[in-house]
């Protein structure tokens, strides 16, 4: 009688268990953390979500700037990329991965469009300074465009933080400067890059995720060379799903000679670098690797986006680098830079 009953008693427990198993698995229940699943969370965040408040006091970080600016080393062709150096964070190994756009995966097109997510909907109007500030600060960031334009708190690997910008190119990637991912004066690679889409004030309307694979211009690594400070950040989620992301073209010297611009960025002296700013102007000039502009921006907008208009209007032609004494300078996206940046997108699962 004992015996049936415990096993009466084993039956049950067992049952109940399977029970419970079978309700967390349905309520989307997080059996490590008890959070609940991403598919439960509504965007943009409520301004009181835990994930929705910066805990950074970013007043005090320094921009991620780059020192011992010179003159640019005179480039021909199409400053094509001989490699990319992928550096994953987690495992703090290196390796280098020889490209060639006639190789590449990436379509014939120029163009690759832009995401504009359900959570946020296109909006009804969409580092130095020379002369007058004609800058404009941006207080909502929940629509497209200016949801895909993102923040980046940087830990480089001797410990100092520095902060830069970046643009959302696709779910789980983004586009900034060589310089934000690695730096020589700083230690070399990053070792750890929170990245904030649309922070505004100490709002983040669709939260933040961390950076898992850096991949700069092995000339950018090498040499240090200023055409090619640009690189491509691969993320541990998917948050371009929810923040949407920026359409991205490459541009041919015709196209691109006087064209009229705009910037966006994070600039570390306005506003404690907790909002983004706009800028307008126009490419003064250009060689094969860089364009240069007199369109305002300072130290914290390095990685930002620079934007077309006009007849090839809102693409993402390029990113924030570097200032001379006398103009700006932002890295071109162009052919070979295009199809870098679609293969590391189908590589990485984007």
């Not at 505004?200 to 991949?215: C, D, H, K, R, V």
Request: one cysteine or more; hydrophobic letters at 30%.
């Amino acid at each position: 009688m004992k015996r049936k009953t415990n096993q009466k008693r084993k039956c049950k427990m067992v049952i109940v268990s399977l029970a419970l198993l079978l309700a967390l698995f349905f309520t989307g229940c997080n059996l490590d953390t008890g959070t609940k699943a991403i598919d439960d969370v509504t965007y943009p965040l409520p301004v009181d979500h835990p994930e929705a408040i910066l805990q950074e006091d970013l007043s005090s970080l320094p921009e991620a700037l780059v020192t011992g600016i010179g003159s640019d080393e005179i480039l021909t062709g199409n400053a094509a990329i001989d490699a990319v150096i992928g550096y994953n964070i987690n495992t703090k190994t290196a390796s280098k991965m020889e490209f060639s756009s006639s190789d590449s995966k990436s379509t014939g097109n120029n163009v690759v469009e832009s995401y504009i997510s359900p959570y946020a909907p296109k909006a009804e109007n969409s580092k130095s300074v020379f002369g007058s500030d004609d800058r404009t600060k941006i207080t909502s960031t929940t629509s497209y465009p200016t949801s895909t334009y993102v923040k980046l708190i940087i830990t480089f690997s001797n410990d100092e933080v520095y902060v830069g910008s970046g643009t959302m190119v696709g779910n789980k990637h983004v586009l900034t400067a060589g310089h934000c991912v690695y730096d020589t004066n700083h230690g070399g690679w990053a070792k750890h890059i929170k990245v904030i889409p649309g922070l505004a004030g100490t709002y983040q309307p669709f939260g933040y995720t961390w950076a898992e694979w850096l991949y700069p211009t092995s000339q950018w690594v090498d040499s240090r060379n200023y055409n090619y400070d640009i690189a491509v950040v691969r993320l541990s989620t998917k948050i371009g799903q929810n923040s949407g992301w920026q359409g991205y073209a490459w541009l041919k010297d015709s196209q691109t000679e006087d064209l009229n611009i705009k910037v966006y960025g994070y600039p570390a002296a306005l506003s404690s670098g907790q909002y983004q700013y706009v800028s307008f102007g126009s490419v003064s000039s250009y060689n094969s690797g860089m364009m240069y502009t007199l369109t305002d921006w300072t130290g914290g907008q390095s990685g930002g986006p620079v934007i077309s208009r006009g007849s090839s209007s809102n693409y993402c032609i390029g990113a924030i680098s570097s200032h001379t004494s006398s103009t700006n300078r932002a890295v071109r996206i162009t052919k070979d830079r295009f199809n870098w940046i679609n293969d590391l997108k189908v590589a990485g699962g984007d």
